[in-house]
């Protein structure tokens, strides 16, 4: 009788821990990822409506039904849980180890800007929690070889390399100034400059780095004027921009194309008036692009009411999500490793292009390049996606 007791006891038992290992795939009924975002702070002006989007997205998703998780024969409604950082990498890193810990995710999403989300990725390595990057593109980020992140925009090196193209089919542009904004992004970009310009056989006639509150522009557009430049680009963001782009105004320096990589908000044409026409920069979508799976971004844009131009770092949360979608999809279940190694090894025609994971972890999706005219934005390369010609020499 004992023997038969402890036979049924055990046999409970292994009953009992089996129902226990089965719960979490039985008892799943969200898809859940974590996320923060610079909701305030010193960088909201760039990422502030993050959480917007993400909770455009959720309901357009939810709207068709969520997704197909073939291991469950279900479809899943999906919940971004988030949290605003406020721009401090160590916040940051706090909200993630709660989402991972507390809110139980399963799968992340890195925050946007390079400086936290070096700090954010720390947490998905350390738990094994895949982590998708959108707007982080730092190669630095991907220097340390860590092994549950993955990026889908392309590296700051290569921000201008639709644009780069474009400039590299204008025969007439021979010489290249370059002026870069000390910061960690605006040299990142520089870097993909100076290449692009070495291999298309460009002269690059001027090269500075100068400091962020940089406020008198006076002698290097003196330098920049002798260096006889056809094209201007000047590596930063909006406000250093208009700094240097109404004391050029005013000292007579104007060059046939003048290139801003992040210059496409409304501040531009604002401050700079007409000066801002013909003025070159890039975005990751903007309206009328027919890629990929656009409708469900017009929704969430319809959704939201942001501006995709405007906005355009908060964007791009979009296409990386869509990365993720389809491959929970594919994988037909919620194991994150498998997911992951999804990720790594599929291609996906997102909303902003063919996504192919590179092996170093690095995002492989380019922005389009954009040009200012009358007031308004067109976009100028790639042909496939062009909603305007070149403007060249600017007006």
């Avoid at 644009?163 to 904004?181: P, Q, W």
């Avoid at 000390?182 to 690059?204: C, F, H, M, Q």
Wanted: charged share 20%; aromatic share 10%.
């Amino acid at each position: 009788m004992r023997s038969l007791l402890r036979v049924s006891i055990g046999l409970a038992a292994a009953m009992i821990m089996s129902l226990l290992a089965d719960e979490p795939a039985s008892a799943q009924e969200v898809i859940k990822i974590g996320a923060t975002a610079a909701l305030t702070g010193p960088y909201a002006n760039v990422y502030g409506v993050q959480g917007k989007i993400w909770d455009a997205w959720t309901q357009a998703m939810n709207e068709r039904g969520g997704v197909y998780v073939k291991s469950l024969d279900k479809k899943l409604p999906v919940k971004i849980v988030y949290y605003d950082d406020q721009g401090d990498p160590k916040t940051s890193v706090k909200f993630y180890e709660r989402l991972v810990v507390e809110d139980k995710v399963n799968f992340l999403l890195a925050p946007p800007g390079s400086p936290i989300a070096f700090a954010a990725t720390t947490v998905a390595e350390r738990y094994k929690v895949p982590m998708i990057l959108g707007a982080a593109t730092d190669p630095q980020i991907y220097a340390r070889g860590f092994k549950y992140i993955q990026g889908t925009l392309i590296p700051a090196p290569g921000w201008s390399h639709q644009f780069m193209e474009l400039v590299k089919s204008k025969k007439e542009i021979k010489r290249v100034a370059l002026l870069v904004e000390d910061s960690l992004y605006s040299r990142g970009v520089a870097i993909g400059i100076r290449k692009d310009v070495t291999e298309n056989g460009i002269t690059l006639a001027y090269d500075q780095t100068i400091p962020s509150d940089n406020q008198d522009f006076t002698a290097v557009i003196g330098q920049i004027k002798e260096a006889k430049p056809d094209l201007v680009y000047v590596s930063t963001f909006p406000p250093f921009f208009i700094r240097f782009a109404k004391q050029a105004a005013e000292l007579g320096l104007t060059p046939a194309a003048l290139h801003c990589g992040t210059c496409s908000a409304a501040s531009i044409p604002a401050s700079l008036g007409e000066q801002a026409n013909g003025i070159t920069g890039e975005v990751v979508w903007a309206p009328g692009m027919k890629l990929g799976d656009y409708k469900l971004m017009e929704r969430v844009l319809e959704i939201s009411g942001v501006d995709p131009v405007q906005w355009t770092f908060t964007v791009i949360t979009v296409p990386t999500l869509e990365v993720l979608m389809s491959a929970i999809e594919k994988a037909g279940t919620l194991d994150r490793d498998t997911v992951f190694q999804t990720i790594k090894s599929t291609e996906v025609d997102t909303t902003i292009g063919h996504y192919k994971a590179s092996p170093d972890g690095q995002g492989t999706l380019y922005p389009v390049a954009v040009q200012w005219e009358a007031g308004k934005l067109g976009v100028i390369w790639p042909e496939n996606v062009k909603s305007t010609d070149y403007i060249y020499p600017r007006k």
